[in-house]
């Protein structure tokens, strides 16, 4: 079935520690984003990227890094930097065009990151 | 200001009944415009577009109205699968999605 897949989908770290959260799509999508979601909040976007090897800055990337070696993959890192890492991640892809006419992401389930 | 400002809820409304959501956006330039459904605990998954003309998908109705930067979604004969949380989105622009706060919608018996 094509869709998109993250990992894990819960998982706890200690402070000071680099987490990273995997997100795989066989969609064929050339899009992909990461994007944070809080109580009470929307989501927000971390960083997102167009085609391999390149990849932009969201609204609240500090303390995130992110690469795009495969077109599937597109893995977030959540870094010691980042100062309020406990939240709902989410990873989603779309066709270029798609996000511009039909407003389409196709988002997975989710990460689930707790800092102790 | 928030670019997108959607009133959070919840709002409880009774099976059958109509209920309507609002959501206004700040950027002027925004280019296309969703109501995405969001369940407890799940991903957000994309409910219908919004278009100036009105555009209807059976009991739901989207409406936008750009000069007064607005958008709205109307539910007639409310189930009780309807409740969850109704995201406003907006393209702004370069493939980004703004994404509103969220009303959260409870239908009762």
């Known amino acids: 079935d094509g869709g998109i897949t993250q990992s894990p989908k819960y998982l706890f770290r200690k402070e000071g520690q680099n987490v990273t959260l995997s997100c795989e799509q066989n969609?064929?999508?050339?899009?992909m984003y990461w994007y944070r979601q809080d109580p009470g909040q929307g989501l927000r976007l971390i960083y997102y990227?167009?085609?391999?090897?390149?990849?932009q800055k969201g609204d609240i990337a500090e303390g995130y890094s992110v690469s795009r070696e495969k077109k599937e993959s597109f893995p977030l890192t959540v870094t010691s930097a980042q100062k309020n890492p406990t939240a709902f991640y989410l990873c989603?892809?779309?066709?270029?065009?798609?996000?511009?006419?039909?407003?389409?992401?196709?988002f997975g389930e989710g990460s689930r990151l707790t800092v102790l | 200001r928030k670019e997108v400002e959607q009133d959070p809820g919840p709002f409880n409304v009774p099976e059958g009944a109509t209920v309507a959501f609002n959501c206004t956006y700040s950027?002027?330039?925004?280019?296309?415009f969703f109501w995405y459904r969001q369940d407890c605990r799940k991903e957000p998954k994309l409910l219908m577009s919004?278009?100036?003309s009105g555009n209807e998908d059976g009991r739901f109705t989207a409406q936008l109205n750009r000069a007064s930067q607005y958008i709205s979604l109307l539910i007639r004969d409310s189930k009780l699968s309807d409740s969850a949380t109704y995201l406003c989105?907006?393209?702004?622009?370069?493939?980004?999605?703004?994404f509103g706060t969220g009303t959260r919608l409870l239908v009762s018996p």
């Open positions: 989105v907006v393209n702004t622009g370069f493939q980004k999605l703004v």
């Open positions: 969609l064929n999508h050339d899009a």
């Open positions: 990227s167009q085609i391999v090897n390149d990849f």
């Open positions: 989603a892809s779309s066709n270029l065009a798609g996000v511009a006419n039909t407003g389409e992401l196709f």
């Open positions: 919004v278009y100036s």
């Open positions: 950027n002027s330039a925004s280019q296309s």
